[in-house]
């Protein structure tokens, strides 16, 4: 079957790298997982004798039958044809919650990781493989080019940890990019703020790297306010830390935490 652009395909046959993945999810026999994208099953292979359930959600309508076949008799797999975009995981229960696992496609890394940031508190973790210049911005700290609206947005909620380099080789068709995997933890006390707030002044900050926050969050913040709350106008908005725009979010919309 040809790879589909639009679906961001680039197929992992290398079986070292699977099992560094694999190792890597360390998954355990009463785990719940979800996996993003299992396109041919190559990391699904590898999960599905291991868990005590595996949800596969697959966009491709013509990948559904493959993966029906290879593990749709188990009776703890479900596949599921279903735009990642749009999947509501469940609740956990008795503390328990889900465990996320893929290669994700590369054309919706993003929403998708702010899709299921939101689902933070029904998550245990996360493993991806993401291009590796987006898990360098996602893990960046203040101060350089790399840190950012992706930086602020899922550090605030989730521990970041990037782990290794994984090349173009591995994959078919063969990407231009370096890709890397990581894992993303929800930490275990979240800060209180109103996430579309945050959204809201992180986006602003950021709409122009070169200008200052006193010019970026006009509107929503005077320079003196900024100064009260221990910012500096005249910084740019990659020297703010994530602590910062929760703080920034706070004034405009306080949340009881
Ligand atoms: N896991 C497989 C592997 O490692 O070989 C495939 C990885 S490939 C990079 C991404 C997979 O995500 C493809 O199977 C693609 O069809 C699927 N996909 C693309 N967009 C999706 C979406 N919005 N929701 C769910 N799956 C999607």
Not at 28 to 53: C, N, Q, S
Not at 96 to 110: A, H, M, Q, W
Not at 204 to 220: E, I, V, Y
Not at 227 to 254: C, F, H, I, W
Request: proline fraction near 7%; charged fraction near 25%.
């Amino acid at each position: 079957m040809k790879a589909k652009k639009r679906f961001g395909q680039n197929f992992l046959h290398d079986p070292n790298i699977i099992g560094k993945i694999i190792h890597a999810a360390n998954p355990k026999a009463d785990d719940l997982f979800y996996e993003i994208g299992p396109g041919h099953g190559a990391i699904t292979e590898e999960l599905v004798d291991r868990v005590a359930g595996l949800h596969l959600v697959e966009l491709d309508s013509d990948l559904i039958p493959e993966l029906e076949q290879k593990f749709g008799h188990k009776p703890y797999v479900q596949v599921r044809h279903q735009d990642a975009l749009t999947l509501a995981l469940p609740e956990s229960v008795d503390g328990r919650k889900v465990r996320v696992i893929g290669n994700l496609p590369y054309n919706v890394s993003t929403p998708l990781l702010i899709h299921l940031l939101q689902q933070a508190d029904r998550i245990e973790d996360m493993l991806f493989m993401l291009q590796k210049e987006v898990v360098t911005r996602i893990a960046a700290q203040p101060g350089g080019k790399d840190y950012g609206r992706l930086s602020v947005m899922l550090q605030h909620r989730l521990e970041t940890q990037p782990l290794f380099v994984v090349k173009p080789g591995s994959f078919h068709p063969v990407p231009k990019v370096d890709s890397q995997i990581i894992r993303l933890v929800p930490r275990e006390n979240p800060p209180a703020v109103d996430f579309a707030t945050l959204e809201r002044v992180v986006k602003q900050a950021f709409s122009q790297r070169r200008k200052t926050l006193k010019n970026n969050l006009k509107g929503l913040f005077s320079a003196e306010q900024l100064q009260r709350m221990g910012l500096d106008p005249q910084q740019r908005p990659e020297t703010v830390s994530v602590d910062q725009y929760l703080q920034l979010a706070n004034a405009l919309k306080p949340v009881n935490g």
